[in-house]
């Protein structure tokens, strides 16, 4: 089996594979990224060189490219994780959010037509369900509506419902995962907790949008990979699947958590003015995923301690 991923130099996609390199010895893999700002070598430097492992640069955006890639090494299997992810930058400059997530998507599923692939899986966001009050509200479900709130959102929203099209339309066999936010090594320090734990080492003020109480729900990244997989091997064609932890946490409180752990002092918390059209809680429900026999195995408040050690290592060496 040949398996192609998308965005393989991020910090998902770089846990997917390694994972599935591990999970799959007899099989192929091709990992496919154009190496953005969020991209690095250096996230799978640990297989880069194995003979089942081929590294390719360019980008989702480039018909052409995509099309020879599909040529030359004919893929059986699609995983597509690469993506613009960053929702403050999607606020500032949507444009490139559009091209990547939407059109890079669209590029994709032709050259999976043409090519038959066999299984397309798209990784996909909570985000497109949008917020759920702070208060009450359930966890959404599969079929829950899209109410996107950010350009990412929206974006991300935008390339699931292209991808259902494909489904619908021309009968390619695709399946949807909608993951609720990922913590775990690997991850560009753009992001709440590896950007936090860089400011708290680094002894400067951690900031906190508004007022700190918005909801996330959080999962650990090999139990996204592990879900991922589930889904390849168990899920149905033309199905979504919702993928989370029921680890529902505030900002604040993570923060606060993360201080604890590096030792550092709570005064180092910072409000800043809020994120325009920040959403106040996600929670996600993902009995559907769970009746196929997948749960998850970690729990933030044990691997904390573990995932600051790594940071603290890799950001400050
Ligand atoms: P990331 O930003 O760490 O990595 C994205 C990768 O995609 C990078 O390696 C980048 O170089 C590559 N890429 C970007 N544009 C590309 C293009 N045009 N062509 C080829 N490669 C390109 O992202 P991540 O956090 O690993 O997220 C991966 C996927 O999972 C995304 O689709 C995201 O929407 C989804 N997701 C992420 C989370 C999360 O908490 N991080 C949660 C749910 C879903």
């Not at 669209?106 to 985000?127: K, M, N, P, W």
């Not at 497109?128 to 009050?133: D, F, K, N, S, T």
């Not at 910072?270 to 009746?291: C, F, M, N, Q």
């Amino acid at each position: 089996m040949k398996i192609l991923v998308t965005g393989g130099c991020g910090f998902i996609g770089s846990h997917f594979l390694r994972y599935m390199m591990k999970a799959y010895p007899d099989d192929f893999f091709i990992c496919l990224d154009t190496l953005t700002y969020a991209g690095n070598k250096n996230n799978i430097a640990d297989f880069l060189n194995r003979s089942r492992f081929t590294m390719v640069e360019g980008n989702i955006r480039d018909a052409d490219f995509v099309d020879t890639l599909f040529a030359t090494h004919k893929p059986d299997i699609l995983v597509h994780f690469a993506a613009e992810t960053h929702v403050d930058r999607s606020i500032v400059g949507p444009q490139v959010f559009l091209e990547t997530n939407v059109i890079g998507t669209g590029v994709l599923l032709d050259a999976c037509l043409r090519y038959g692939i066999e299984h397309f899986h798209h990784v996909s966001t909570d985000e497109v369900y949008g917020a759920l009050p702070l208060q009450g509200g359930s966890p959404f479900t599969e079929q829950s509506p899209l109410k996107p709130t950010s350009p990412y959102a929206a974006s991300k929203a935008s390339s699931d419902l292209l991808v259902l099209s494909y489904y619908k339309t021309y009968g390619l066999p695709v399946t949807i995962s909608r993951c609720s936010n990922n913590y775990g090594t690997h991850q560009y320090p753009e992001k709440l907790i590896p950007l936090m734990i860089q400011k708290a080492l680094q002894g400067k003020p951690l900031p906190v949008y508004g007022d700190g109480l918005n909801v996330r729900d959080w999962i650990h990244v090999v139990d996204h990979c592990r879900a991922i997989d589930y889904i390849l091997q168990k899920g149905k064609v033309g199905e979504v699947y919702n993928i989370g932890a029921r680890e529902e946490i505030s900002n604040i409180d993570l923060v606060k958590l993360m201080l604890n752990v590096l030792g550092k002092p709570h005064e180092l918390i910072t409000y800043v003015p809020d994120r325009l059209g920040h959403d106040l809680r996600y929670a996600i429900d993902s009995s559907k995923l769970e009746s196929l026999g997948w749960k998850p195995e970690y729990t933030i408040e044990e691997t904390l301690k573990e995932l600051v050690e790594w940071y603290r290592k890799r950001l400050f060496k």
